[in-house]
């Protein structure tokens, strides 16, 4: 089950559970680098999959073009906006595949879909509270919000809900995927929720102001009750820190696909479409 935000593309709807972004905040121009530290626990992980998983990310962002490095894994992406197209690269193994930006589906849209498909429909409620706890973090004043999010338990479902205990900075959040304004205003995009899987929809319920800006310390702890034969609650836990911000100029050579690579459609798992 992924932890993250979601979004929606308009002709994928697989995507809508595992594309949002979490820590959008306003657009802008400027010169970036962020690297962030993720941690993830899930106590119902199979015994051969490991848990925790730690990674570094490192994100960049130069006008239109964006990057993002994971370290450990030997994985990138570059990213052009105004194309809407990118490359995934494989460092190690020295190969790359083309891909097209995720598309993002207006709230309108998104409506207009449960309207069509009511069954799919999950309502999920958001609440954040903001602490009055005031820290400083690279130079910005922090506020500290926690949000619950909770699916509503139905007949078919017993329900769930999300603590996310975050600090949040006025600074530009990390965007891989050339999100528009929208994304970084509306709840249901900011904080996504890892208690709904395709093909289900959250109609999402939220009440209070959305958690803005970068999002410098967060924990994001999910819990899904366990099944009526007895099984233990599922608990996943994300602790995502950000360990260095820089608004340095960028060498604009860092968004270019590397030399010396040979072109794998199949790269990440993907396997090449007719006539490919």
Excluded at 82 to 92: P, Q, S, V, Y
Excluded at 98 to 113: D, G, H, I, N, R
Excluded at 217 to 234: C, E, F, H, I
Aim: aromatic share 8%; glycine share 8%.
């Amino acid at each position: 089950m992924a932890i993250a935000c979601f979004g929606l593309t308009n002709t994928a709807m697989p995507r809508f559970l595992s594309s949002l972004l979490l820590g959008c905040s306003i657009v802008c121009q400027a010169d970036m680098t962020i690297k962030i530290r993720s941690v993830i626990t899930d106590t119902g992980a199979a015994p051969n999959v490991q848990s925790p998983v730690e990674t570094s990310t490192v994100y960049y962002r130069r006008g239109s073009m964006r990057r993002k490095d994971t370290l450990g894994a030997s994985l990138s992406s570059i990213a052009n906006c105004d194309t809407k197209t990118g490359f995934f690269i494989g460092l190690d193994a020295h190969v790359y595949r083309t891909y097209k930006v995720v598309k993002f589906a207006p709230m309108a849209q998104l409506k207009e879909y449960v309207e069509k498909n009511p069954r799919s429909a999950v309502q999920v409620e958001s609440h954040p509270v903001d602490t009055g706890e005031r820290k400083t973090f690279f130079g910005h004043p922090g506020r500290h919000l926690i949000t619950t999010t909770k699916r509503i338990a139905d007949e078919t479902n017993s329900g769930g809900e999300e603590i996310i205990d975050g600090w949040y900075i006025d600074h530009e959040g990390f965007d891989n995927d050339c999100a528009p304004d929208y994304v970084h205003t509306d709840p249901l995009y900011v904080l996504g929720t890892g208690l709904v899987m395709y093909p289900e929809i959250p109609r999402f319920h939220h009440m209070g102001p959305v958690p803005a800006g970068l999002a410098v310390k967060l924990t994001r702890r999910m819990k899904v009750p366990g099944s009526k034969n007895g099984a233990a609650d599922r608990i996943v836990t994300t602790e995502r820190t950000v360990e260095d911000i820089s608004d340095s100029p960028l060498n604009p050579s860092i968004f270019e696909l590397p030399s010396g690579l040979h072109e794998n459609p199949q790269l990440l798992g993907r396997k090449p479409g007719p006539g490919k």
